[in-house]
């Protein structure tokens, strides 16, 4: 049995801050908070669009989400962001969200919008764009964040994080590949839920910057509900929380 707790006043930029004491924990809790999610979209709209995150920590709760309970054949899933590299590539997004959940429920395969990432970031931006648009807006993007404060395929500085058109190329990543497209920052923001799952000692510093005001890509997606473990929560949110 693992235990969670929100911080509170949590940061402006957020709209919850929950600390879990082990990345089970956060992946167990983020699993069910999409179940239940799922369902209030299904109930009021008919359908859940969500896009996921790649990265580690999402991929520890989508193995979780196989377990929960999700009517899969009115969930429609889309990607947060893709790496360039060519299709069924290991290390492509769409590769690990797959191997770790996709194949495991019972989702119809034409319910999976994938990026088509092999053809090239401006290419692919332009398509996948035409596919999102009908989406708009996400029922929930899923996040994660990287140790230098980037989401999606959005890195500090990086020109792509300035740019409005709802699916944008991404060049020189400082993460490999250095070729990739992402979900714009408008598109992430207006989204109807948002959920960063993010875990670790690594993630600590850059949450700690944010929370000092410095606006990384991350702290510029507003009013998302945040699940971090205790290895990552900064001393200024520990602070904050008494
Ligand atoms: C990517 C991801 C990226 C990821 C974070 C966190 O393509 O790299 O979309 O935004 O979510 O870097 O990843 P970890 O949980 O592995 O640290």
Redesign the pocket.
Known sequence: MTTAHAIHPCPAWAQAFIVHDTLEGLSMAVAQRIAQISAHAIGERGLFRIAL???????RCYEQLRHALVDWKHVQVYF????CLPYGDAAR?DTMAQEALLRHVAIPAGNVHAAIAERGARIAAMEYADIVEHALPFDLVL?????DG?????FPGNPATKQDDTVVPVFNAP?PPPE?V?LSMSALNGARAKIF????E??RAALKRMTHGDALPAACVLGAEWHIDRAALPEELVLAGR
């Open positions: 995150a790649g990265g580690e920590t999402p991929r947060c962001d893709e790496r997004n996040l994660g964040m990287g140790e980037h989401t999606a395929s959005l993460k990739r992402s799952l993010v875990a670790g690594a993630k």
